[in-house]
């Protein structure tokens, strides 16, 4: 595409994306080949850009690339069609529910209370002032 020959900076844009990978690879090869082949230039680095799928011809080579061009307002979300919300409502009331065994769920009630309680005694609560009424001095300093 473009020879900076301030920087030894050669931009190339490959067509298919495999051939960029493997051009990716060869950079330093490349770069050999183009100083040797091409006397009084300096090639320092080879950067290849996003791949073309246009064939790059002598009018393409020179001509500067299109600028990226951004929408001017975000696109909007088409609205499902009736039919989808329909769908999705008939796979709702389809759908069996859950089954829970009563045993399994009392055992869970069980032990969480258990967890509960292992918990209070680990960390118990503070006595809390009254109407959040403000602590003394000498309280605070006898609880720390």
């Given at each position: 595409m473009a020879f900076?020959?301030?920087?030894?900076?050669l931009g190339v844009a490959?067509?298919?994306?495999?051939?960029?990978?493997k051009l990716r690879w060869s950079a330093p090869k490349l770069v050999a080949a183009a100083n040797e082949k091409?006397?009084?230039?300096?090639v320092r680095t080879l950067?290849?850009?996003a791949p073309a799928f246009v064939k790059?011809?002598?009018?393409?080579a020179t001509a500067?690339?299109?600028?990226?061009?951004?929408?001017?307002?975000?696109?909007q979300r088409r609205i499902p069609p009736d039919g989808y919300h329909r769908a999705i409502e008939a796979h709702r009331q389809a759908a069996r529910p859950p089954r829970v065994d009563p045993?399994?769920?009392?055992?869970?009630?069980?032990?969480?209370a258990a967890m509960r309680e292992l918990s209070r005694r680990a960390f118990p609560?503070?006595?809390?002032?009254?109407?959040?009424a403000p602590a003394s001095i000498e309280a605070t300093r006898d609880t720390a």
């Open positions: 900076d020959a301030d920087t030894g900076r490959p067509t298919p994306p495999p051939t960029a990978r091409v006397r009084g230039t300096n950067h290849v850009l790059a011809g002598p009018a393409t500067d690339p299109a600028p990226l061009t951004v929408p001017a307002a975000p696109m045993a399994i769920a009392q055992a869970v009630e069980r032990q969480t609560e503070p006595d809390v002032a009254a109407d959040d």
